[in-house]
């Protein structure tokens, strides 16, 4: 298991911003995607966003336009800003890193997890 630290969750109004951090421990340059989840209650755990080692983004349809993912590599450590914020970004948001590029990036079928940090969106 790899520990992911993550911050940056909290409460915010419909059209406002966050930033999601989350910073992993291992050798640094060493993994190829680390991307972000989103899960609400009775819900599965779905895709937002990822990047790759190569600085590749992707994007969940739904976020595309407003949520921006980042990735310093130096520091193993992954972003996400969420700007325009709607009541339906309100989730559990959970950062993962996928270690080789032989996975999905839009899957839930990566290598580590992180505790997760509750993002709240009011109208």
């Not at 340059?29 to 989840?37: H, I, Q, R, T, V």
């Not at 790759?52 to 193993?76: E, H, L, M, P």
Request: charged letters at 20%; aromatic letters at 14%.
């Amino acid at each position: 298991q790899v520990p992911l630290v993550e911050s940056g969750g909290g409460l915010a109004q419909a059209g406002g911003s966050l930033r999601l951090s989350c910073t992993a421990s291992g050798p640094i340059f060493s993994y190829w995607a680390m991307g972000w989840f989103r899960q609400t209650p009775g819900k599965e755990r779905e895709f937002v966003a990822a990047a790759t080692y190569g600085d590749g983004q992707y994007y969940a349809d739904s976020v595309k336009g407003r949520f921006t993912i980042s990735r310093d590599k130096t520091k193993n450590t992954v972003y996400l800003e969420m700007n325009r914020l709607k009541p339906e970004d309100t989730a559990v948001y959970y950062c993962a890193v996928m270690r080789h590029a032989d996975k999905d990036l839009m899957s839930r079928d990566y290598d580590y997890w992180g505790q997760g940090t509750q993002v709240t969106v009011s109208s």
